[in-house]
């Protein structure tokens, strides 16, 4: 449909340089509702998933990727080691793998 709009806009004869403008805005208003609507929403929680992921500490419970809830016993520079319960497993996992924090009464902290 945008294709269409935009080959029906450049095939057509302009007589001047407003009905360029008039063709070219509406695409540019597209364009730029887009980048905010989803660019930069993503942006903002890519920013806040670094920040989360830079200030884990031991103690923390998290959320993997992977579905694993554990509490931290040590942060490295990139990888974790969590305590799983019931068994006190303990399992070295990437950093990144870390989706979220879970709070003390096990909802997870978006």
Do not use: E, H, W
């Not at 001047?16 to 929680?45: E, K």
């Not at 890519?46 to 016993?73: A, E, F, H, R, Y």
């Not at 990437?94 to 979220?100: D, G, H």
């Amino acid at each position: 449909m945008l294709l269409s709009f935009i080959l029906l806009q450049t095939t057509a004869p302009s007589s001047s340089s407003s009905s360029f403008t008039s063709g070219i805005l509406p695409i540019v208003l597209m364009i730029a509702i887009f980048y905010f609507l989803v660019f930069m929403p993503m942006r903002r929680q890519q920013s806040k998933q670094k920040d989360m992921l830079k200030t884990l500490q031991n103690g923390q419970t998290v959320l993997t990727s992977g579905g694993i809830i554990g509490t931290i016993v040590t942060v490295n520079d990139d990888s974790l080691i969590l305590r799983i319960k019931p068994d006190n497993l303990k399992i070295q996992v990437a950093r990144s793998a870390v989706t979220s924090l879970v709070g003390p009464d096990d909802q997870v902290k978006k």
